[in-house]
């Protein structure tokens, strides 16, 4: 028989509601210019009462965290030891983290909380860093390769005589700010929050009972950053930027993996930053974790099979209809929140964009900043098996300066058959 004590520990709450507001839950205004008027996201689990967000930490991480506890490895009670976990350089505030609209899908006040809100964590709060910064050196089969040709120099600085690379790395994890979101996507929030929660298989009741909570930290993968150079010049319109916006493909990116272009533009874009960063500008790389246009590493190899299965081969003229026959949609990238990260570092002016989309490059100028050159990627980078995907995204009006191909000459563009 189990004691009151066991049957309190498996009591479970399935959801807070608005009536039961608890004191001790910080109030949120986000956009606001004053840290603690704007107020922390409070979405640690060691005081619930204090919880003014649905969702918790560590994004898709949350599950790994639930097993540790689960097979008694990790004390749910655990609070981190912020000494020394500071970024080592300055970032913000700036204007954009004043403006509730311009960063909606993560929580610029997440990078070193301890700083913002020292007054909270005095008083007992467990407020948790969303975002972190540190730096690294890069190590790069293809920075060599440019190095030994030539097209790049160590400087001792950006470079080292060893060819690293040096840069600052920044991770965000997801916090979404759900009035802002549904604004962007134009939607209601209530309509929002329903499907929130019913295509989660009902993970998240307090995105229905809790209307007063605005705030959710969804479990989906986080954002990398990648800076060369001062990233204090970010923000500076002045100063040379270029920037890649890379949406990941562990395929290509890792495993180089030939049937598409990620890798060789990613790297491609690098070599620029770094370039750019030599000749005293700054580049950025930000790294999305949204696999196989966000439908999944499964839908995407399925989508791979059908299009090599299909009569007539692998061709670029059928190369979306393929994606959406499978997937039930083209892309579920949903670029719209994309360009919070260039606002995270107060980005005005892109000089350089590595990117021949056109959705990104819409969102990223429809969110205000002005996009000078767009750089596509150069012809010699294709790897054969992947033509079939760059022709089609031309032909879809992707951005490029060479040639788009049309009708029979797109039909012509052929991958290889499955063996
Ligand atoms: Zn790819």
């Known amino acids: 028989m189990s004691t009151n004590h066991d049957v309190r520990k498996e009591h479970v709450v399935l959801a807070t509601h608005s009536n039961l507001r608890y004191p001790e839950s910080l109030t949120l205004d986000w956009g606001n210019k004053d840290p603690m008027k704007r107020g922390p996201v409070v979405a640690s689990q060691t005081n619930p009462k204090a919880r003014n967000a649905i969702g918790t930490h560590s994004g898709s991480y949350t599950v790994y965290r639930a097993l540790s506890i689960a097979s008694g490895k990790f004390s749910p009670a655990h609070r981190p030891d912020l000494h020394n976990t500071h970024s080592p350089v300055k970032i913000g505030p700036f204007p954009s983290w004043f403006d509730e609209t311009k960063i909606v899908s993560l929580d610029p006040w997440g990078l070193d909380p301890q700083n913002h809100f020292k007054g909270h964590f005095e008083k007992g709060y467990d407020i948790r860093p969303s975002i972190a910064v540190t730096q690294a050196h890069l190590q790069i089969p293809e920075i060599h390769d440019a190095i030994r040709a030539g097209r790049l ?211 990223i100028v429809g969110s205000g900043i002005e996009v000078v050159n767009r750089i596509s990627i150069p012809a010699e980078l294709i790897p054969a098996d992947a033509n079939v995907e760059m022709e089609a995204k031309k032909a879809a009006g992707y951005f490029t300066e060479g040639e788009v191909k049309k009708g029979e000459d797109l039909q012509k563009v052929k991958g290889r058959e499955i063996t």
């Open 153 to 363: 120099k160590p400087d001792g600085k950006i470079i080292k005589e060893n060819m690293d690379i040096k840069i600052t790395k920044v991770a965000i994890e997801p916090v979404w700010f759900l009035p802002g979101m549904a604004k962007r996507l134009n939607v209601e929030e209530g309509v929002l929050r329903r499907i929130l929660f019913t295509e989660s298989g009902g993970m998240y009741p307090e995105l229905i009972t809790r209307p007063d909570l605005k705030v959710w930290l969804p479990p989906i993968g986080s954002t990398t950053v990648y800076i060369f150079g001062n990233p204090e010049d970010l923000s500076n319109p002045n100063i040379e930027l270029s920037c890649r916006v890379h949406d990941e493909c562990n395929g290509s990116d890792v495993f180089g993996s030939d049937i598409c272009t990620c890798r060789p533009y990613l790297m491609y874009g690098i070599e620029h930053a770094a370039e750019t960063a030599q000749k005293g500008g700054v580049g950025i790389i930000a790294y999305y974790r949204k696999e196989g246009r966000a439908l999944g590493e499964v839908t995407k190899f399925l989508v791979y099979n059908a299009r090599k299965r299909q009569e007539g081969g692998d061709s670029a003229a059928t190369y979306f209809k393929r994606t959406e026959c499978v997937a039930g949609v083209e892309d579920a990238r949903f670029q719209e929140f994309m360009p919070d990260v260039l606002h995270l570092f107060g980005i005005t002016k892109i000089h350089n964009l590595h990117s021949m989309s056109n959705m990104k490059y819409n969102a």
